[in-house]
Nanobody
Framework: QVQLVESGGGLVQNGGSLRLSCAAS????????VGWFRQAPGKEREFVAR????????YYADSVKGRFTISRDNAKNTVYLQMNSLKPEDTAVYYC???????????????WGQGTQVAVSS
């Protein structure tokens, strides 16, 4: 099993920044890809960004490209999501997830964190 714990969410004004953290533990040797997803009230969960466990090949949803940056600290087994120029439509619960494969679809991620709330005021 892989355990994931997110942190860093909160309330921020339009145009502000937040950095989310995802700390991984357990059988991290089985992880190939780590992704961030989000779910707004009344909407389906959507892909935000993903990165290989090696720290390479970051990939972003079009809606966040140029504003969000995903990265990994190898020494801390932690993946970050730096979110800049936040907009009210970024308001959602953000989830970190881990997959043993190269994946973007949420269906390919068996391990999930508990989520962290991000709220952007207008």
């Amino acid at each position: 099993q892989v355990q994931l714990v997110e942190s860093g969410g909160g309330l921020v004004q339009n145009g502000g920044s937040l950095r989310l953290s995802c700390a991984a533990s357990g059988r991290t040797y089985s992880v190939y890809t780590v992704g961030w997803f989000r779910q707004a009230p009344g909407k389906e969960r959507e892909f935000v960004a993903r990165i290989l466990w090696s720290g390479s090949m970051p990939y972003y949803a079009d809606s966040v490209k140029g504003r969000f940056t995903i990265s990994r600290d190898n020494a801390k087994n932690t993946v970050y999501l730096q979110m800049n120029s936040l907009k009210p439509e970024d308001t959602a619960v953000y989830y970190c997830a881990a997959s043993p494969t190269f994946a973007t679809s949420s269906f390919a991620y068996p391990y999930w964190g508990q989520g962290t709330q991000v709220a952007v005021s207008s």
